[in-house]
């Protein structure tokens, strides 16, 4: 059967052909991309040499810096020092973690965040036959080699002139490759982002949908001069404006909702587009229009417990145990996972605001520890309640110094957590890596994670049904300063009101049965 | 039904009124199942049916009463509300004792007259307590999502419209057990009711203890039908 291989080979080919015929240059043509290539540096030297101020302006923004000062409290934030309660820290990880940077050989302090030629352009250019693998610092594999170390597999290598001649837009592909799979897989971290996106069907993204509108990260998150605007550090949760209009020059993030669909959206229903707009005064869109996460069967972690990591089997080999879905849940690397389907959110009051336990916030271990806290309550005009994934982690800290560690895990070496299952290596390691004192004592700490929940937006007939929040035990249960009819009423005027009706159906009980007794008697 | 029929029988309740009654009554039982539920109190049509018919309901009534205000004031029926307490204590104790002695009932009801003093006191209740309090809390309920158009949201919480809402909903449920057992209270158990389908109603000859004593076996009674 020449059958499918070859359909598919002359679909992608057509494909490529087609999104180069889109743009007005075929890269394909031009000299300077014939290669070959030795390393992705070449690569972005010749891109650098028509695109002249491309590195200069990635270079200025998160991607490459991973760096970020907090607008809510001016804290020093971005990938490279934040904690999480997953993969929980960077540092002594990069050049396994740094698969993801948009450079090339990130792998310790010495890395030259000026040198332009260390940009990455194909991370997110490319349109397919590329993958930074973990453990390269950023780069691709240049010759065929065995990857994972020791696994028995091997990857090719990469046609670095091919990828070059084939640029194109990026895709949800693209970013995908590193935004579905943070926390060290498919789905783990965010719960709204996950592989499934990339050929999402109508009912888990109607903008996404590739029977549908098929749009791109960058449809919404519109970059200007590679600055993606929407991040989840500090967020826009209420934009109470009209849409914006095409070519009109504004200062909002175009990544929320309302950019595109103005804040009083409901048409379609005489009796209910008035009552539906008023609702945006208090909920953010996605609370009614993303009515469960992971819903394109990628499941996302709610939990995760390190302090399980290290356990062994009969032979003293590390182990991974699944679900009947074929899905870890535990992983001698890594601990126990609680992991979730179609999950519900959880909703809070959020005005964008974001704080963060970083590695120096002394925390308090009786309780579980918020790594992060979104901000905002009612009455805030910027707040509006907002969907929510909350992860519930458990990970090392140190005793005496009450605060959370970092480990060293992923890069094979003596103290590598995944290498050798040392706590205590590995999280002395860490700390020499981060800089932060430890003590040499450590334990595990209950955590906590708030991820906001702003993709996977479904169809309008699949929103949220009223009755799911208005009733007693609803989706909006605890969720405190808004009177939310069929949820509140004041317990003591319906016991009140039920009272007086029921007094008046005795009454009347009790005077008909006099009369007919009466009657009965005076006959 | 009886041809030789030995009461007089007066015309009470018009055409327009009885239609006025009865599409009233249906809204307003409606309005409560719907309302109830909206409240939290059970679940039927579920929370979004519920509220949809309660507003549909609401416009209804609005415009059944615009109908019933223009048709009171033309006819000048409304004089039929206006209150007095003269014979109030005579109906109280007709209800309190009366009734169950055989007692007749104090009130002779006229088509000019057709409600007891006790009767325009409960309308009264109802046209300028009840009503309002629902009216009111009811019309900025549906109009919730245009308050900050126009800043009530500065003054008025939601919570306290809804709850004078519900508060006036369990008045209107109170009057509405009380005042249906009240048509049983006719010289038969079916009389009242009757007189607001047919609008006649049999006018009960006065002191004749032993014929309303027996008033409550009800029109199926033959033995009744036709005593002087």
Same mark, same amino acid.
């Given at each position: 059967m020449i059958g499918r291989g070859a359909a598919c080979a002359l679909g992608v080919v057509l494909w490529m052909a087609g999104s180069a015929l889109a743009?007005?240059? *075929?890269?394909?043509?031009f000299e300077e991309l014939q290669g070959p290539f030795a390393s992705g540096e070449d690569v972005t030297r010749a891109c650098l040499s028509c695109h002249t101020e491309a590195a200069r302006q990635v270079m200025a923004t998160r991607h490459w810096t991973w760096e970020y000062e907090n607008p809510a409290d001016g804290s020093k934030l971005g990938k490279k020092t934040m904690l999480n309660g997953f993969c929980i820290g960077d540092r002594s990880n990069e050049a396994f973690c740094q698969s993801c940077h948009v450079g090339y050989g990130w792998e310790d302090d010495s890395f030259d965040f000026s040198a332009e030629e260390k940009v990455d352009c194909l991370a997110c250019h490319n349109t397919g036959g590329y993958t930074k693998l973990?453990?390269?610092?950023?780069?691709?594999?240049y010759e065929r080699m065995e990857w994972p170390p020791q696994s028995g597999k091997f990857v090719e290598a990469t046609d670095l002139a091919r990828v070059a001649q084939h640029v194109g837009s990026t895709s949800r592909k693209t970013c995908g490759t590193c935004h579905y799979y943070g926390g060290g897989g498919d789905g783990v971290k965010h719960g709204d982002l996950d592989s499934s996106l990339n050929a999402a069907p109508r009912e888990l993204d109607v903008h996404m949908a590739q029977d549908g509108l098929n749009f791109a990260c960058s449809d919404c998150h519109q970059a200007e001069e590679h600055k993606v605007p929407g991040s989840r550090i500090a967020m826009t949760a209420a934009d109470p404006h009209g849409p914006l209009v095409r070519g009109q020059k504004s200062e909002r993030n175009p990544a929320t909702c309302q950019s595109c669909h103005g804040d009083k959206p409901h048409k379609e229903s005489l009796l209910h587009a008035g009552r539906l707009n008023a609702h945006t005064d208090t909920l953010a869109c996605q609370a009614c229009h993303i009515p469960g996460f992971a819903r394109g069967g990628v499941p996302t972690k709610m939990g995760w417990d390190w302090s399980t990591a290290g356990r062994m089997d009969q032979n003293g080999k590390p182990f991974q145990k699944k679900d009947d879905k074929g899905h870890v849940i535990y992983d001698s690397r890594k601990g126990d996972f609680v992991l979730g389907e179609n999950v519900v959110p959880d909703y809070l009051w959020f005005n964008g605001k974001v704080t963060y336990t970083t590695a120096d916030t002394r925390i308090d271990p009786s309780a579980e520890v918020a790594i992060n806290t979104f901000h905002g309550g009612p009455g *805030?005009? *910027?707040?509006r309640i907002w969907p929510v994934k909350i992860f519930h982690g458990r990970q090392p800290y140190d005793v005496e110094h009450r605060t959370l560690l970092v480990p060293h895990t992923a890069t094979p070496d003596d103290t590598a957590f995944w290498y050798n299952f040392d706590w205590p290596k590995a999280l002395a390691a860490g700390a020499a890596a981060t800089g932060q004192p430890y003590s040499g004592k450590f334990d595990f700490v209950a955590t906590r994670m708030i991820w906001p929940i702003t993709h996977m937006v479904a169809p309008k007939e699949q929103?949220?049904?009223?009755?799911e929040c208005h009733s007693? *035990?609803?989706?909006?249960?605890?969720?405190?300063g808004i009177y939310v009819p069929g949820r509140d009423g004041l317990p003591l005027l319906h016991t009140a009101g039920w009272l007086a009706a029921l007094a008046a159906l005795a009454g009347v009980l009790i005077h008909g049965a006099l009369r007919i007794l009466t009657h009965y008697r005076g006959k | 039904m009886n041809e030789h029929r030995p009461v007089r029988r007066i015309y009470v309740f018009k055409r327009y009124e009885r239609f006025w009654h009865w599409s009233q009554a249906v809204l307003i039982v409606f309005m409560m199942l719907t309302g109830f539920e909206i409240a939290g109190a059970y679940e039927n049509f579920g929370f979004r049916r519920a509220v949809e018919y309660h507003t549909l309901t609401a416009w209804a009534l609005l415009v059944l009463w615009a109908f019933t205000i223009f048709w009171q004031f033309t006819t000048g029926e409304w004089r039929q509300y206006i209150p007095t307490l003269k014979k109030v204590d005579a109906m109280v104790r007709y209800y309190a004792w009366g009734i169950f002695r055989g007692a007749p009932h104090p009130y002779h009801k006229t088509?000019?007259?057709?409600?007891?003093p006790l009767q325009r006191l409960a309308y009264l209740a109802l046209l300028a307590v009840v009503s309002p309090v629902i009216w009111v809390s009811g019309l900025f309920y549906l109009f919730y999502a245009w308050w900050g158009d126009y800043g009530v949201d500065r003054w008025l919480e939601l919570e306290w419209v809804a709850t004078a809402h519900t508060a006036g909903a369990f008045m209107m449920l109170v009057f509405f057990i009380v005042h249906v057992y009240l048509t049983t209270t006719g010289h038969t158990v079916f009389a009242h009711i009757k007189a607001m389908i047919t609008g006649w109603e049999d006018e009960e000859p006065e002191g004749d203890p032993a014929r309303s004593g027996r008033s409550l076996q009800g029109d199926d009674d033959p033995a009744r039908i036709g005593m002087p």
């Open positions: 743009a007005t240059a *075929d890269h394909g043509k973990s453990g390269l610092a950023g780069h691709p594999a *805030d005009p *910027d707040a929103a949220v049904a009223c009755h007693r *035990d609803g989706r909006l249960a605890g969720v405190e | 088509a000019l007259k057709k409600h007891n």
